[in-house]
């Protein structure tokens, strides 16, 4: 698939751009904050509902702007198709070849899309958050029902652990029947997005694996574990069996639950574990180690969505050339060459050398105003 052209209006701090892309190869220079990252942020927001940078619409709105606009002409097999977004103080509206949805995660499924910055360098490194983004975001954009499920958990965690503090807090004695009420519901869909995150994990653990071994000719193996928060999981559980297991979890941590006001246990508390030739990444890995890694995640992605969707998806480079060394840039435009249409942004060309694609655009950034120079 591929874009072949985004408009963006008001959208942070561009008044109005219209840009048609190419569909191979697409390089956006500029100084530092004149709006690359928004360039990029906007396309991925079409891609997961979300942005990576923000939570809060408002401030994707330009600032003194009322509302703003995102619009992709898309070009997948099945045809070409516009899809939009609008953004105002109550929220955000979608609109799919000029009809409106009524939810907005029905965009899901339609741009896909995977983002490398630097950021993600700390995808091996940090905390678990970040991996457990990694994964449900890649799960999302190829299952609308995925993506459900996970607003749905999301919404369920809130009111129980709501409902754990007035309990800690005596406001309310009717709650323990409540609280059995809301464990039904999260071991519900929580095993389900647990199932979900199992299956993923198997494909993509074996194109990571891939991927490693190419950057590293051979002499890295990678692998990946999904580490659950569940006391007595095994694994081939099948989703009755998992859903009764959460809820005997729940039984038993009950108490602690309540005197720490939230709940301990469950996908929002899993991690994934990655280890290179048997050694834990996070913990000894060498800083180089790890980004190899985190770029292998990234290809893994990459080809995760072409197996699920049948097309590859539209790749966003933020910046990250100049963070790779000469080894790995090759590896990533090996994997880019002429099939992923790609957009690369870099504050000069001067890391980008080694590119030979056949056709290419190069774009000017300059104060939220965007040119196409060649
Ligand atoms: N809501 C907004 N309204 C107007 N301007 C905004 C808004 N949000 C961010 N900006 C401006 O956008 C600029 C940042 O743009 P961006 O992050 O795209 O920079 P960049 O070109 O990627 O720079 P770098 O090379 O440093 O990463 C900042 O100057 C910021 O002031
Ligand atoms: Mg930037």
């Known amino acids: 698939m591929f874009l072949e052209r985004v408009l963006c209006r008001n959208f942070r701090n561009f008044d109005e751009i219209i840009i048609d892309l190419n569909k191979n190869l697409n ?20 891609a997961t509902t979300n942005s990576h940078r923000s939570s809060i619409s408002s401030e994707l709105i330009k600032w003194e702007e009322e509302e703003s606009l ?191 006001g939230y709940t301990v246990i469950g996908p929002h508390r899993d991690d994934l574990i990655l280890k290179v030739n048997e050694m834990d990444l996070r913990k000894y890995g060498s800083q180089g180690q790890q980004r190899t890694a985190a770029l292998a995640l990234k290809l893994a992605e990459l080809e995760f969505m072409k197996s699920e969707t049948g097309e590859y998806p539209v790749l966003l480079l933020d910046d ?12 990533l435009l090996n994997v880019i060459a002429d099939k992923i249409q790609t957009i690369i942004t870099a504050t000069d060309g001067e890391n980008l050398t080694g590119i030979k694609n056949n056709s290419y655009n190069i774009y000017q950034v300059e104060k939220g105003k965007i040119k196409r120079v060649s």
């Open 27 to 46: 390089i956006f220079l500029g100084q530092n904050g004149q709006g690359k990252t928004n360039f990029l942020e906007a396309i991925y927001l079409m």
């Open 70 to 260: 995102v619009q992709l002409l898309l070009k997948r097999r099945e045809g070409k198709m516009k899809l939009a977004m609008r953004l105002d103080n109550s929220g955000r509206k979608i609109e799919i070849n000029d009809n409106q949805l009524s939810k907005v995660s029905e965009l899901l499924g339609y741009l896909n899309a995977v983002l490398f910055s630097p950021e993600d360098l700390k995808l091996v490194k940090e905390g678990p958050a970040h991996r457990r983004e990694f994964i449900d975001l890649e799960i999302s954009q190829v299952s609308r029902y995925y993506g459900h499920l996970l607003n749905k958990y999301d919404h369920i965690l809130k009111q129980r652990n709501n409902l754990l503090k007035s309990i800690r807090e005596n406001r309310n004695n009717t709650s323990q029947e409540m609280l059995s009420v809301w464990d039904q519901q999260l071991a519900t869909i929580g095993s389900k997005i647990i199932l979900k995150r199992l299956e993923v994990i198997d494909k993509l653990k074996i194109l990571a694996r891939l991927s490693q071994r190419k950057i590293t000719a051979g002499r890295e193996e990678l692998e990946i574990e999904y580490e659950i928060s569940l006391n007595n999981f095994s694994k081939n559980l099948g989703e009755a069996e998992l859903r009764n297991l959460f809820l005997d979890n729940l039984v038993s941590k009950r108490d602690q639950e309540i005197k720490r």
């Open 320 to 331: 990250v050339f100049s963070e790779l060394d000469n080894l790995r840039r090759k590896a």
